[in-house]
């Protein structure tokens, strides 16, 4: 489900998670907990920063529609606290965190890349971008806030009413990624940006700006605690209602 490797840097220690979950890794309720847990076990692990990638051609497909379409209501219920709960643990890591998106980061996928202070992706046909409006459901507002940070409030409205996927170099322009890579030294190269953000600062001043910089976008989201019963309804009613399983059906064909 996810994997760990450790890999010294020029005495610069990186920690890497790897999303293993399936073919596409999409993200169910486990994944959102095992990394919601993992990225807050770091804020205290000897890890100086942290990489998070995919496995094969896709960094994360996003949720999981058709285990929600098979949960229905009481599934919503426990997972978008959950899902919330991943890309505010991994939005407030007070450590250097690097996105190496090897592939397709599409909905959820592309929030938790867009969490990263640094975001690499491979050359060739993976594609990014959140079309969540498409398949019919809202984002818990930590995703909006995420998308806000990275690309500011103009971009964030515009991947998000657009609900449209880009290729790479597109995603570049659009400054959802900040470097686009050859596949073959995506690795490489995300370690090596890890490690540079753990040497040339000191882990406090970088924790403490971080948190700077981030704090009053957590802060909105603490106060929008009212709006979560809303987009769950939503979730709800449009998986009930088949507009999901439309969506499905014509992305993948089945």
Same mark, same amino acid.
């Given at each position: 489900?996810?994997?760990?490797?450790?890999?010294?840097?020029?005495?610069?220690?990186?920690?890497?998670?790897?999303?293993?979950?399936?073919?596409?890794?999409?993200?169910?309720?486990?994944?959102?907990? !095992?990394?919601?847990?993992?990225?807050?076990?770091?804020?205290?692990?000897?890890?100086?920063?942290?990489?998070?990638?995919?496995?094969?051609?896709?960094?994360?497909?996003?949720?999981?529609?058709?285990?929600?379409?098979?949960?229905?209501?009481?599934?919503?219920?426990?997972? %978008?606290?959950?899902?919330?709960?991943?890309?505010?643990?991994?939005?407030?890591?007070?450590?250097?965190?690097?996105?190496?998106?090897?592939?397709?980061?599409?909905?959820?996928?592309?929030? %938790?890349?867009?969490? !990263?202070?640094?975001?690499?992706?491979?050359?060739?046909?993976?594609?990014?971008?959140?079309?969540?409006?498409?398949?019919?459901?809202?984002?818990?507002?930590?995703?909006?806030?995420?998308?806000? !940070?990275?690309?500011?409030?103009?971009? !964030?409205?515009?991947?998000?009413?657009?609900?449209?996927?880009?290729?790479?170099?597109?995603?570049?322009?659009?400054?959802?990624?900040?470097?686009?890579?050859?596949?073959?030294?995506?690795?490489?190269?995300?370690?090596?940006?890890?490690?540079?953000?753990?040497?040339?600062?000191?882990?406090?001043?970088?924790?403490?700006?971080?948190?700077?910089?981030?704090?009053?976008?957590?802060?909105?989201?603490?106060?929008?605690?009212?709006?979560?019963?809303?987009?769950?309804?939503?979730?709800?009613?449009?998986?009930?209602?088949?507009?999901?399983?439309?969506?499905?059906?014509?992305?993948?064909?089945?």
């Amino acid at each position: 489900m996810l994997e760990r490797e450790d890999v010294d840097v020029d005495g610069i220690p990186v920690a890497v998670l790897r999303m293993a979950h399936g073919p596409v890794s999409a993200m169910d309720l486990e994944l959102c907990r !095992a990394l919601a847990d993992r990225f807050r076990g770091l804020a205290a692990d000897p890890a100086r920063a942290v990489v998070v990638t995919g496995t094969g051609r896709t960094f994360s497909a996003g949720v999981d529609l058709k285990r929600a379409t098979a949960g229905g209501g009481p599934y919503v219920e426990r997972f %978008l606290p959950a899902l919330a709960d991943m890309f505010r643990a991994a939005f407030e890591l007070p450590k250097p965190l690097v996105a190496a998106v090897n592939g397709h980061a599409i909905a959820g996928g592309c929030v %938790l890349a867009a969490c !990263a202070d640094t975001v690499l992706m491979a050359e060739g046909g993976g594609r990014i971008g959140v079309p969540e409006l498409r398949v019919g459901v809202p984002f818990p507002r930590i995703a909006l806030e995420v998308l806000a !940070a990275a690309v500011g409030e103009r971009g !964030a409205r515009e991947l998000v009413v657009g609900a449209g996927t880009h290729p790479p170099e597109h995603a570049a322009r659009l400054g959802l990624v900040h470097e686009v890579v050859p596949a073959a030294e995506l690795p490489e190269r995300a370690l090596a940006v890890a490690a540079c953000l753990a040497r040339d600062v000191p882990a406090d001043t970088f924790a403490l700006t971080k948190g700077q910089l981030r704090g009053a976008a957590l802060e909105r989201v603490d106060r929008s605690a009212d709006e979560d019963a809303a987009v769950a309804r939503l979730w709800t009613r449009h998986l009930e209602d088949g507009w999901v399983a439309t969506y499905l059906a014509s992305v993948t064909g089945r």
